[in-house]
């Protein structure tokens, strides 16, 4: 039976509006957060812990996506931007 740990992730100034995650490899995987701060978060998925921060948007983050592998991250946000 597989157990799922649930992870606190701080960091954030604002609600988290959206999560997405890669796929497993090699045991690993990552996650991003868009959030209404504007500062979409990586972090490593098994423990929650910070990779880094994108910084360009002038406006909520309201999406996320992550490629498979995790090379490559898509935010939208409030200010009319996908980077």
Partial sequence: MLRQTPLTCSGHTRPV???AFSK???NEYFLISACKD???MLRQG???DWIGTYEGHKGAVWGVSLNADATRAATG???F???
């Fill in 17 to 19: 509006v959206d999560l």
């Fill in 24 to 26: 497993v490899r090699n």
């Fill in 38 to 40: 504007g500062k979409p």
């Fill in 46 to 48: 098994h423990t929650g």
């Fill in 77 to 79: 946000a409030a200010d």
């Fill in 81 to 83: 931007c996908a980077k």
